[in-house]
Every structure is written in C-alpha cells, then in structure tokens.
Nanobody, 126 residues
C-alpha cells in the first residue's frame, strides 16, 4: 500500500517548536520532490515548503521562511519539517505529499501531488 504516515503534531505555545515527520511506505521517496501543506479551518490548502528529491533544494512560503526547515532522509524514506518560532496563525492540519511529476521544487500546482498523508494537527495557542 502506497502511503505516508505523519507524526509530530500537537499543541505548542507561541514561540515554541515542533518537528513533523512523514514516513513513506510502498514507494521510494528519492524519485519525488516532497511538499508540505497546511489547511486551516475555512481556508484553502496551501503549500508551505518543498524539498527536492535529492534534498539540495528547498522552497518556502513567505509566511514561514526563516522559521521552518524541510529536510529528507532518502535512506530512511522519511521527510521532516522543523517548525520554530511558531505563531497562532500556523495552526492548521499539516500534510506531506509527493510531487508525482517533478523532482525539483518549482511552485507546482496542488494537483501534481499525490500519496497524501493523513494529516497531523498543529495547534499554536497560549
């Protein structure tokens, strides 16, 4: 079965940190760029980070640049998102997904992504 298993979400105070992880099963991550997305209630899903298949390229949304770091370990078939200096507006369900058409991060549309994880809730609140 092809899937991502996500972990690492939770409740954190503003200014705190969390580390999200996605473990892939049924496919090899090294063929795909991996995107991190989030969706807050009443809002559209937005991409916050992308890491290329080799891990040598990352892109970030302006809202998280300098605070979030995407990385990957292809040998372990996992990707991670380190989130620091969290803000209440970072509250959302976070997902990882594989870009089925690209190995680089080029601002690809959401429909190019597949193998979505189940999502993990991140809540930033005092």
């Amino acid at each position: 079965q092809v899937q991502f298993a996500e972990s690492g979400g939770g409740l954190v105070q503003p200014g705190g940190s969390l580390r999200l992880s996605c473990a892939a099963s049924g496919f090899f991550l090294n063929y795909y760029a991996i995107g991190w997305f989030r969706q807050a209630p009443g809002k559209e899903r937005e991409e916050v980070a992308c890491v290329s298949n080799s891990g040598d390229e990352t892109n970030y949304a302006e809202s998280v640049k300098g605070r979030f770091t995407a990385s990957r370990d292809n040998a372990r078939n996992t990707v991670s998102l380190q989130m620091n200096s969290l803000k209440p507006e970072d509250t959302a369900v976070y997902y990882c997904a594989a870009n089925l058409q690209r190995v680089r991060c080029v601002g690809a549309p959401v429909y190019e992504y597949g193998y979505w994880g189940q999502g993990t809730q991140v809540t930033v609140s005092p």
